[in-house]
């Protein structure tokens, strides 16, 4: 039916609405239902502005299955985009059930009290959704997301076997300010606090955060950055549909300052996820250190510079040993100009459209939960070129992370 029920409207939510704006022909009919209204209606105002196109907007608080429920029923849209936080997935995924409506997200499922960064959750409900005969869209932002499919399209039209997987997200823009986050302080802090997991030779491995450091150099004159290894959700689902993965590892770029910044944070308590007791009042430090940084949709108007992600996959092809590497340039100031937003939404968002489009379209339709790499990725690539997000592919004579 054309109709789309978008929740959250943070950086992410803005670009999605923007994006899906511009392609009414495939989305008729946008509601964007956030827990404030005021923030709904600025993006609708913007997007009005910017398309001419009208937006519905609606306040809902998304970690109330009855709530959310009760508006997918009145509205019966044909899908909801997930873009609110990861803690809202499952309340969200219920509520789809309840109303029989799509689901869709960019991040994995997290309990508010442990960083977890786990499928599990999510994955659990499979038989719900195929028996509903609804389908579950799990992960389609960049990374996770276009990462994923980039994974997919190198195997499916490079290689015979995959057989080591390292995913480089390199951000090389500048917002000016000593320390900020591109996205969620909250969600982007617990992450890159956590320890860090790689997969290798068939299981998860474990070590401290931050505790293996590389140099990269990223193609196209985006320049040299350092890269440290991390844990990323979508390695859990990669090694579980690719096999036989031998390695697959996640890297990402960090300044000194921000580092400098990070662990002086750390030391001193205020990335903690547990509440403390502060005059009579439970605090979670990390949530009241979220409130005292830049919000990070206030960053497009000051940051300059690209974002270089992709994958470089090794493995075999007609016997013979082959490196691939497929990558995304994005620049952040382009971005600002086209959706009012900085690159590392603008990256989230645009395959979060596509993703829904693939869905509206019917060509990534089944019961059941996916995680993005389970559907063809053709489409999306073409998609990806057409929408914003233009990569390229190119074959490597050599790769070597290790120093
Ligand atoms: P923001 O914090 O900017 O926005 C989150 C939005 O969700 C806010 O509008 C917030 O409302 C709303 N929200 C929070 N809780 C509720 C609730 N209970 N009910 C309704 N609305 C709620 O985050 P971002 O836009 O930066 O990120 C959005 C999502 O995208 C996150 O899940 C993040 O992890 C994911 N992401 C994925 C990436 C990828 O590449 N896959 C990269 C970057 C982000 P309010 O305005 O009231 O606070």
Request: a negative charge.
């Amino acid at each position: 039916n054309g109709k789309v029920v978008i929740i959250g409207a943070g950086g992410v939510g803005n670009v999605v609405v923007q994006k899906c704006a511009q392609q009414s022909s495939v989305f008729k009919d946008i509601l964007l239902a956030s827990r404030t209204k005021s923030k709904c209606d600025a993006i609708a105002e913007s997007v009005k502005q910017k398309t001419g196109v009208t937006i519905r907007t609606a306040q809902v608080d998304a970690d109330n299955v009855p709530e959310l429920a009760a508006l997918l029923k009145e509205e019966k849209p044909f899908l909801v985009i997930n873009v609110a936080l990861p803690y809202q997935d499952l309340t969200i995924m219920d509520a789809c059930l309840e109303a029989g409506v799509h689901y869709m997200d960019t991040a994995n499922y997290e309990p508010l009290d442990t960083a977890k960064f786990e499928y599990k959750w999510q994955w659990a409900y499979q038989e719900k959704f195929q028996k509903a005969g609804l389908t579950a869209l799990l992960g389609s932002g960049f990374d996770p997301g276009a990462t994923n499919v980039f994974t997919n399209y190198l195997a499916k039209h490079h290689f015979d076997e995959i057989e080591y997987l390292d995913i480089i997200d390199v951000n090389g823009g500048d917002h000016g300010y000593p320390f900020a986050t591109n996205f969620n302080p909250e969600i982007n802090i617990r992450e890159v606090s956590a320890e860090c997991r790689h997969w290798e030779n068939g299981e998860f491995v474990t070590t401290p955060p931050m505790s293996k450091k590389a140099s990269f150099t990223c193609p196209d004159g985006v320049g040299t950055y350092n890269i440290y290894r991390m844990y990323h959700e979508e390695l859990e689902s990669l090694s579980k549909h690719f096999p036989t993965l031998k390695r697959a590892q996640f890297w990402m770029s960090f300044g000194d300052n921000y580092l400098k910044h990070l662990e002086v944070l750390e030391n001193v308590g205020m990335t903690g996820i547990e509440p403390v007791e502060f005059e009579g009042q439970k605090i979670v430090p990390i949530q009241f250190l979220a409130k005292l940084l830049p919000d990070p949709s206030t960053l497009g108007p000051r940051t300059k510079g690209k974002t270089c992600i992709g994958t470089v996959v090794q493995g075999k092809k007609d016997g013979k040993d082959k490196i691939m590497y497929c990558y995304q340039i994005c620049d952040h100031e382009a971005c600002y100009a086209e959706v009012a937003s900085q690159a590392i939404s603008y990256t989230t968002g645009v395959p979060a459209m596509i993703g829904a489009k693939m869905m509206m379209e019917g060509k990534w339709l089944e019961p059941g939960v996916f995680n993005i790499e389970q559907f063809d990725p053709d489409p999306f690539m073409d998609d990806m070129n057409e929408f914003g997000l233009p990569w390229k592919v190119t074959e490597l004579n050599d790769f070597n992370l290790d120093q």
